[in-house]
C-alpha cells in the first residue's frame, strides 16, 4: 500500500517558512508545533477546510509526502473531530518533527512555487 500524505497551510507566516527554509513545521507555538497532516488530496481549499475541520480556509497544499520522507507520527491515522463549525471526518496524522521538501501548491494561482 502506498500512503502519501498531505498538509493544509492557511497562514503566511507558515508558507514563507517553507518558501525560504523547505521545512514543514507549524508555526504555532501553543501547539509545540505539532503539525498535522492528512493521507487525502483536496484539489477544493472549501472542502479541505470541512473535511478536516479547520479554522481557516486554506491557501497552500503541500504533498503528496512519501510515507518513508515522513518522520515519526505522534498522533496515527484517526479521524478529524468536528471542531470550529466544521463537520471533520477525513483521516489526519501529527508529528512534532518538521517534515523537509522541495515545494508548495498555490491554490489561487493554481500552481506550484519553488
Known sequence: MRVGFYR????????KQVLIDRRVQSTNPLT???????TIRFDDPTTARRELALKNLPTSR?????????????IAFRQAAPLNGQPGGAIEVCTSSPVWLFGIWNFQGSKWEI
Open 8 to 15: 493544509y497551510i492557511s497562514f503566511q507566516q507558515e508558507v
Open 32 to 38: 509545540r508545533n505539532a503539525t498535522w497532516y492528512t
Open 62 to 74: 503541500i504533498g503528496p509526502i512519501p510515507w518513508n520522507e515522513m518522520p515519526d507520527l505522534d
